[in-house]
């Protein structure tokens, strides 16, 4: 059966590129399509009617028209712009970190639902408070989850036995090793009894308004951005920005 050649959908706007004199490439983390790549065109004239409706981050409903190589953008319509809260230097390198990630562990047509409840979720919560870094490691975590990356955070992944008390990361095992599986010669970062809680508060996937629950304490930040380098093969370019504006719980 034959596409149709206009469809709708609603999506998050990750970047954006300039094409030619007036147009952009747009990546967008959608519901139905998961991310995509999408041209719209004129829309850096001045008197484009798609002008401030993709702005980095802001949510649309748009309809495009399939293309030979890239979709055409014909129309879009702000569901929430998130603007206000993403404008303050902090914010905005938290926003960052989180479209790179996305960016660059979705692939092109890879719908995955749970990515983009993830991502509006984080988003609605940057309007809730004043550090939008400290949301960063939660997200992080959950990410990683979805995409069946994630460690787990109650046995040890050396011998099975339930993590009670301080743990080390096993980045080659794939998740936290307890300490009688320390390996005495290798150099490794460390978690107390209080980050091992920590780190699953951070992973459940409830929601929760305690501090243990939504903010890392400052090992647990690092265990975390260690795992995301690990698997993302590379340290994320927005982290070098990021880690100017955030202070870890302690």
């Known amino acids: 059966m034959n596409q149709a050649r206009t469809y709708k959908t609603t999506g ?74 993403i404008v303050r230097p902090n914010a905005f390198a938290a926003a960052s970190m989180i479209a790179e990630l996305i960016d660059a562990f979705c692939e092109l047509d890879m719908p995955v639902p749970q990515i983009y409840e993830l991502l509006s979720n984080v988003l609605v919560a940057f309007d809730g408070v004043d550090e939008q870094l400290l949301l960063l490691p939660r997200f992080q975590l959950q990410l990683l989850d979805a995409l069946g990356l994630a460690p787990p955070c109650d046995e040890c992944v050396r011998c099975g036995t339930v993590l009670d008390r301080e743990a080390w990361l096993d980045l080659d095992s794939g998740g936290l090793a307890g300490h009688e599986c320390r390996v005495a010669w290798m150099n490794v970062l460390e978690l107390d009894a209080d980050d091992v809680k920590n780190f699953r508060g951070l992973a459940a996937g409830r929601r929760s308004q305690t501090r243990a629950e939504l903010y890392a304490r400052a090992n647990v930040a690092r265990a975390i951005e260690t795992i995301i380098t690990y698997h993302l093969g590379r340290r994320p370019k927005a982290g070098a920005h990021a880690a100017e504006f955030v202070t870890p719980a302690s």
Request: no cysteine.
């Open 12 to 85: 998050v706007v990750l970047r954006a590129r300039n094409l030619g004199e007036a147009d952009k490439i747009l990546t967008i983390f959608t519901t139905e399509r998961g991310k995509i790549d999408a041209v719209a065109k004129g829309v850096r004239r001045q008197k484009s009617a798609l002008s401030g409706r993709l702005e980095f981050m802001s949510e649309a409903t748009i309809s495009l028209h399939r293309g030979r190589n890239l979709d055409v953008i014909t129309s879009a319509e702000i569901l929430h712009s998130h603007f206000d809260a």
